[in-house]
T-cell receptor, first 113, second 114 residues
Framework: QKEVEQNSGPLSVPEGAIASLNCTYS??????FFWYRQYSGKSPELIMF????GDKEDGRFTAQLNKASQYVSLLIRDSQPSDSATYLC?????????????FGTGTRLQVTL | ETGVTQTPRHLVMGMTNKKSLKCEQH?????MYWYKQSAKKPLELMFV???????ENNSVPSRFSPECPNSSHLFLHLHTLQPEDSALYLC?????????????FGDGTRLSIL
């Protein structure tokens, strides 16, 4: 069973702090990794994707990928109450006929005032 | 406003009913997907279509029947569903099927089976 593992949380951080969300994956064939944010009752919204080892920064968000350790993370700097949501990690694999995303169960982030 | 529109947003049906979920994408994408999201479980991929052709059926029971008349529209026909089929059904689209193509989701249909 190819899996993506995430701590379900909730992860609670104070406003202005750095939130660190982690994800591990078991399928070494996974080629790209995606972070989605999902507010309660809403659809997943793409935050970032990464496919090369190292860091990728976009505004307050930094994605980190370590393929040797099969580890992906998302850092959110200067956390805001509006960042409170469930963050889904997904690994992407091209099977030749389809792009398959395997999702984790998500980590619930709470940013407190 | 999302580039992927799903209707209806909510659906309540009995086990003997037949209904259809509709998805339309306005992003010019070529690939479309159906996912099931149940409480405390990861999103489960159900079907993949690329240029109207089904390329993936993830062992989905036959009581779920997809239809893709063109690259912009995707349907999920439902019949004789079970209570465990109650879930959020999400449609997504992507430019292609390469692994680095992000998928964009609609707001989903919340389905309740009585």
């Amino acid at each position: 069973q190819k899996e993506v593992e995430q701590n379900s949380g909730p992860l609670s951080v104070p406003e202005g702090a750095i939130a660190s969300l982690n994800c591990t994956y078991s399928d070494r064939g996974s080629q790209s990794f995606f972070w989605y944010r999902q507010y309660s009752g809403k659809s997943p919204e793409l935050i970032m994707f990464i496919y090369s080892n190292g860091d990728k920064e976009d505004g307050r968000f930094t994605a980190q990928l370590n393929k040797a350790s099969q580890y992906v993370s998302l850092l959110i700097r200067d956390s805001q109450p509006s960042d409170s949501a469930t963050y889904l990690c997904a690994g992407g694999l091209n099977t030749g006929t389809a792009s398959k995303l395997t999702f984790g169960t998500g980590t619930r982030l709470q940013v407190t005032l | 406003e999302t580039g992927v529109t799903q209707t209806p947003r909510h659906l309540v049906m009995g086990m003997t009913n037949k209904k259809s979920l509709k998805c339309e994408q306005h992003l010019g994408h070529n690939a479309m997907y159906w996912y099931k999201q149940s409480a405390k479980k990861p999103l489960e991929l159900m079907f993949v279509y690329n240029f109207k052709e089904q390329t993936e059926n993830n062992s989905v029971p036959s009581r779920f029947s997809p239809e893709c008349p063109n690259s912009s529209h995707l349907f999920l026909h439902l019949h004789t569903l079970q209570p465990e089929d109650s879930a959020l059904y999400l449609c997504a689209s992507s430019q292609g099927t390469a692994s680095n193509q992000p998928q964009h989701f609609g707001d989903g249909t919340r389905l309740s089976i009585l």
